[in-house]
């Protein structure tokens, strides 16, 4: 758990090189999962790769797509123990945030952004169907912007031609 806080310390950390404090933040998120493993602890274990998502997706230097590959594979093995059921709004906002970073990739890797970007709705559409206005209305906020961001974004990449907006189900 302290390597945990560790990881959020450096992470949020104001001062210093963005890329060192982040690859240290990176670090003691790993180091945390040397311990806390999935079957020991699987929501623990799910929020913590969410965490090590995040660091991956604020990650200044290197290679962004490989970044972002880390950051979308914390993502969904944290999605793989953390349920809607069990822990909604765990689930809700890893999918928001998977949701902000394949949008990101979608900028990478513009070939497929289309792709990319259809299932970033998909997930801002989950995160949304739990960050309801009344139940988190700040939550809700933050994901319906971000949405509409990633709507506009797949508007002008020509992804209406391809599935209509209205069409892209919710991530499960």
Do not use: C
Request: hydrophobic fraction near 40%; glycine fraction near 8%.
């Amino acid at each position: 758990m302290t390597q945990g806080d560790l990881g959020l310390a450096w992470g949020d950390m104001p001062a210093g090189d963005k890329g060192e404090n982040v690859g240290k933040s990176i670090a003691a998120y790993e180091a945390a999962l040397t311990v806390l493993t999935r079957d020991a602890d699987p929501s623990l274990w799910g929020k913590m790769q969410t965490n090590l998502g995040n660091a991956w997706d604020d990650m200044p230097t290197g290679d962004q797509g490989g970044n972002l590959g880390k950051a979308i594979a914390a993502y969904e093995a944290a999605l793989a123990v953390l349920t809607k059921d069990a822990d909604p709004s765990s689930w809700a906002n890893t999918q928001y945030n998977l949701g902000i970073a394949l949008a990101d990739m979608a900028d990478v890797k513009s070939e497929d952004s289309v792709a990319w970007l259809a299932r970033a709705i998909a997930s801002d559409k989950a995160a949304l169907s739990v960050f309801t206005p009344d139940a988190f209305p700040r939550d809700h906020a933050d994901a319906e912007e971000s949405m509409d961001n990633h709507r506009r974004a797949y508007e002008a990449a020509g992804g209406p031609a391809t599935r209509p907006f209205d069409d892209i189900p919710p991530a499960e």
